[in-house]
């Protein structure tokens, strides 16, 4: 899998203790959807805002989801295996 979620100016930097919680938080977010566990997301966005995360990474993560849902492969491709971003 391809986890792109840290943007190119952060990914210059060493990633600290905060850096690698908001990178889990929207991991956890982006399995969610992924899931289909929505109920969960929630929270799951409350909290990678909490550990810094801007509203355009979310906001991607989200959009990347649903451009998949609009090419009809859903959370699954039809050998079974997960998409990734």
């Known amino acids: 899998m391809d986890y792109r979620?840290?943007?190119a100016p952060e990914a210059q930097?060493?990633?600290t203790a905060d850096g690698l919680l908001k990178a889990t938080s929207l991991l956890y977010l982006r399995?969610?959807?992924?899931?289909?566990?929505?109920?969960?997301c929630a929270t799951l966005i409350q909290n990678?805002?909490?550990?810094?995360a801007r509203q355009?990474?979310?906001?991607?993560i989200i959009a990347k989801y649903l451009r998949k849902l609009d090419t009809g492969q859903?959370?699954?491709l039809k050998s079974g295996r997960r998409f990734s971003y």
């Not at 969610?32 to 929505?38: D, F, I, M, T």
């Open 74 to 76: 859903g959370a699954y």
């Open 48 to 52: 990678a805002k909490g550990y810094g």
């Open 13 to 15: 930097a060493p990633l």
């Open 31 to 40: 399995d969610a959807l992924e899931g289909e566990r929505y109920e969960e």
């Open 5 to 7: 979620i840290i943007t």
């Open 56 to 60: 355009s990474e979310i906001s991607g």
